[in-house]
């Protein structure tokens, strides 16, 4: 059974069996899929790290199908009913859905009218009945009228036959998996608001009257509707399909169809008729409902976990200021800005509260101290919170360099999601145990300018807040994906060994948290590490757990010079060989690097892929995979939601990555919606081909909905503001002279768009964005 696990996972992936079988030797052993991606291409076949994780997911999968598939066959066995057929029929079932529908005739489960009446004896009266439509019911269930068996009348005895057929159709496997697919590609979801509810829901305003087919709705819709009806605001209906005039439902003739059931005018076809509409109406519909609804929801959560993971990817690897001081501002009106100044290793070194906004206006007194903070500590950054007085905030860091253009400042508006939280953590109290919560909030807008990916994973994936209707998520499958992430992440950048906090090395490959805590424990007691081979002195470090960690720590200014690059030390040897070849120091000398051919230093041990890798290396070690640091500038004059005009063009930094379009942070803390039509002049499949988190671009203002807090942008600064999409430059056509260009990322399809919606419409769909 292994081997067809891995034959199956290997034909969705299009690899050879033997990948699959390498990789799933080396996860089962310990090894976690950053260490594989990099470390074992040789046994996997190069498998990537995005390969591997769909591999992991899949075999979760099959692995507790066959645990299934295992138990149902003990189960119907020890039930004297199991056929060769039927353990075939087992065998070959593909999903959990088909192997659920295949067990349903023999699942235990509590007394039912069915089994009551065969009980009763009336099993021959349904079979009767079902194989031979001549018969007429009546007369035919006279005979098994006795009140002993709690059969009283002829009316009794139909009923409890009715019961048997419609238990045998219910529990028909190949039956209720046809009419499962027919319905989810005819039926639809219909809403409709509750009685009273109109204004209390107002938010869901959409779909007060809503109807759209299951194989058309996107992600935020389905989770936007299932949210309306938890909160009592909607009342949501599975149709089926468009209702039927006169006549059965399609439904219904499948299942007539498939037992024989055919109206002919014979004695016994009204009453089998009837027993079909019976069985559709009160038991069949009701179960595919139940499992449609768990197939949207599936749906849904799968896309939405899919934005976020992919958000969150984009907002991990955003590019880093470095190690540069910077000055943290965390806005506020009444309560003050805080302000926290870190060094370039982002240790705290000043902090202060200043009130230069309403109530107080003590404008110029706020300046006088950040100007003195600034020349004190040498600050090259100012990172602003975009939350709360953000705009306003931001205009003060602007008078500080316009009045103090000698200190050659440069101001940057930082997400802060999250920050709050982080502040209240039990690691901020560890780790900043003298500073009030409030200014531990202006350390970390500090800290993740300087580097995103340090500071973010201090912090519950699920609190930076870059996911859609992300409380509406499963939580596990939120948290495993979200995980995967972060760990893929921060082994793609590499960490400090010797600055690392231990939030960050606990992401490390084969770093437990205890492993983590030690980490940091044998650097403040003994000093920085001068080699990756030091390592194993750290209390409970055992060999697996280096062979995991080695490659993605680094050192800088240590002992050996390759304890700086992602070589794994297991590969050194490899590395002397070359120079040896070489008759020369390799690290940077790109020269001598690119005579060397790989296939000579191959080995029983290390293959093409590895000397390939570790030649790349040496190139430019320690290379950091994350984009150039840039910043936006916000239009000035340009702070609230009522500044904005259609037709403005403004720079802004993408915030939020959906299914059906981007939000972009234009500075007047509400963020707009550039609809996936209004991404480029060519089709867009997906949004991310386009943009992503942290992105800089610009866009044009095409509609501001004050009221309701809605504005809508575009990335095709040639669109004009109120006119129809058909009649704009491109839509979807092959100009590709006036496509928006973004550092070349935009990968836009040239076939022909789907029909799409208006931007209102968008921006009433979208459901989030706020700030």
């Known amino acids: 059974m292994t081997t067809l696990i891995h034959q199956r996972i290997a034909d969705e992936l299009g690899v050879r069996a033997g990948q699959v079988s390498a990789a799933v030797e080396l996860l089962d052993g310990g090894a976690t899929v950053p260490f594989v991606a990099r470390y074992r291409k040789e046994a996997t076949g190069a498998l990537d790290d995005a390969q591997l994780r769909t591999l992991e997911e899949r075999l979760g999968y099959l692995r507790e199908l066959e645990e299934r598939r295992a138990a149902v066959l003990e189960s119907i066995r020890g039930q004297g009913k199991l056929t060769d057929e039927l353990e075939a029929q087992i065998h070959a079932a593909d999903s959990k859905a088909r192997l659920e529908d295949i067990y349903l005739p023999y699942k235990p489960k509590r007394r039912t009218k069915a089994q009551i009446a065969k009980e009763a004896g009336l099993e021959p009266l349904a079979d009767a009945l079902l194989g031979d439509p001549n018969l007429n019911p009546q007369e035919t269930a006279a005979a098994y009228v006795d009140a002993e068996k709690q059969v009283p009348d002829v009316a009794a005895a139909l009923q409890g036959a009715r019961a048997i057929l419609v238990e045998r159709f219910g529990e028909d496997g190949d039956l209720i998996g046809e009419l499962r697919e027919h319905m989810w590609m005819r039926g639809r979801v219909v809403s409709k608001v509750r009685e009273g509810k109109e204004t209390d829901g107002a938010k869901f305003s959409d779909y007060f009257e809503f109807s759209e087919p299951f194989s058309k709705l996107p992600s935020h819709r389905i989770l936007a509707l299932f949210r309306g009806e938890k909160e009592e605001v909607l009342d949501l209906v599975l149709e089926p399909e468009e209702p039927v005039e006169e006549g059965p439902s399609s439904f219904e003739v499948r299942i007539a169809a498939r037992f024989g059931v055919d109206d002919q005018g014979r004695a016994g076809d009204r009453w089998l008729t009837d027993t079909v509409r019976w069985a559709w109406r009160t038991r069949i519909l009701v179960h595919l409902g139940i499992d449609l609804r768990g197939r949207l929801r ?77 020349k004190q500590h040498n600050v090259d950054l100012i990172a602003i919170g975009n939350g709360t007085a953000s705009r306003e905030t931001d205009k003060l860091a602007a008078d500080l360099i316009a009045r103090q253009p000698d200190l050659k400042l440069t101001k940057v508006v930082v997400s802060e999601a999250g920050a709050s939280v982080y502040s209240a953590s039990a690691y901020a109290s560890s780790e900043l145990p003298e500073l009030d919560v409030s200014i531990r909030g202006a350390v970390s807008i500090a800290r993740r300018l300087q580097d995103p990916l340090a500071e973010l994973v201090k912090i519950d994936p699920k609190s930076i807040g870059v996911g859609q209707y992300q409380h509406d998520i499963t939580e596990s499958k939120l948290s495993r994906s979200l995980d995967a992430v972060v760990e893929d992440c921060v082994n793609a950048v590499g960490v400090d060994l010797n600055t690392a906090s231990v939030p960050l090395l606990t992401r490390v490959s084969g770093i437990s948290a205890g492993l983590a805590e030690n ?67 390799l690290i940077g000398n790109t020269a001598v690097l690119t005579k060397l051919r790989p296939e000579t230093f191959v080995d029983d041990t290390f293959g093409l892929p590895t000397v390939t890798d570790i030649l790349r290396e040496l190139e430019k070690p320690g290379r950091d995979p994350r984009p150039a640091f840039k910043t936006a500038t916000f239009a000035e004059g340009v702070e609230k939601l009522s500044d904005l005009k259609p037709g403005m063009v403004l720079e802004g930094v993408v915030t939020n990555v959906a299914a059906f379009g981007a939000f972009v942070d234009i500075g007047v803390h509400q963020d707009g919606l550039v609809h996936i039509s209004a991404l480029s002049n060519n089709y867009v499949k997906d949004p991310r081909d386009v943009v992503k988190s942290g992105d800089v671009v610009r866009v044009k203002v095409l509609e501001v909905d004050v009221a309701r807090k809605r504005i809508g942008l575009t990335l095709r600064l040639q669109d004009e503001p109120g006119k129809p999409k058909q009649q704009q430059g491109g839509g979807g056509g092959r100009d590709r002279g006036n496509r928006p260009q973004r550092d070349n990322r935009d990968k836009g399809r040239t076939s022909p768009p789907p029909a799409a919606g208006s931007m209102a419409d968008a921006l009433r769909r979208a459901g989030f964005g706020n700030k």
């Open 519 to 585: 980490i940091v424990l044998h650097r403040d007691s003994n000093g920085p590490f001068r080699t990756r081979d030091s390592l194993k002195n750290v209390a409970r470090l055992g060999p697996k757990a280096f062979e995991q960690c080695a490659g993605f720590l680094r050192i800088r200014g240590g002992d050996e010079p390759l304890d700086q690059s992602s070589v794994h030390p297991e590969a050194y040897p490899v590395v002397r060989r070359m120079q040896e070849n070489a008759g020369a120091e």
């Open 298 to 374: 599936q749906f849904a959560e799968d896309e939405a976990v899919r934005v976020f993971a992919s958000n969150l990817r984009d907002l991990l690897l955003a590019a880093p200021a470095g190690t540069r001081a910077t000055m943290g501002l965390d806005p506020g009106f009444r309560t003050g800005v805080k302000v926290a100044i870190v060094d370039a290793t982002g240790k705290v070194v000043a902090h202060d509260t200043i009130y230069p906004h309403v109530p107080a206006n003590r404008w110029d007194e706020s300046l006088a101290k950040l100007a003195v903070l600034a």
